[in-house]
């Protein structure tokens, strides 16, 4: 992984920053660190195509630390804690109220594509 994030969405002390290792045929793995109060309808929404109100991608990994809320476009809500492993299908929202960082693994290219890295904030 890089000392740099790859991508960092958000204003100064609500950001996510995105760490990203790309491998053979699709594959990558991100270390995610996201500061409490992250919103991903401002700081993510606006950079995707077609501006999804719910987030479109499915994310698979492991909370390192923190606490990710996760509330589903059915009007269901999770608790992901640190230590735990997840599996978030399309259509949700990351509610993200103290520091967390995440490790994800993932064939899905919504935030690894070079359109999205590159676009500007």
């Known amino acids: 992984m890089s000392v740099q994030p790859d991508k960092v969405m958000g204003p100064e002390g609500k950001q996510a920053k995105m760490f990203i290792s790309k491998y053979e045929e699709g594959r990558q793995a991100s270390r995610i660190e996201i500061d409490a109060g992250f919103d991903w309808r401002a700081s993510i929404q606006p950079h995707l195509p077609g ?49 967390t960082v995440m490790i994800e693994f993932s064939q899905d290219t919504t935030y690894t594509n070079k359109k999205f890295l590159e676009k500007e904030e």
Do not use: N, R
């Not at 606490?67 to 299908?89: C, L, N, R």
């Open 51 to 99: 501006k999804p109100d719910w987030c479109p991608a499915t994310h698979f990994g492991y909370l390192e630390s923190g606490v990710m809320k996760i509330e589903m476009q059915d009007g269901t809500t999770k608790t992901i804690k640190a230590g735990e492993t997840y599996f978030v299908p399309p259509g949700h929202i990351p509610i993200i109220e103290e520091k």
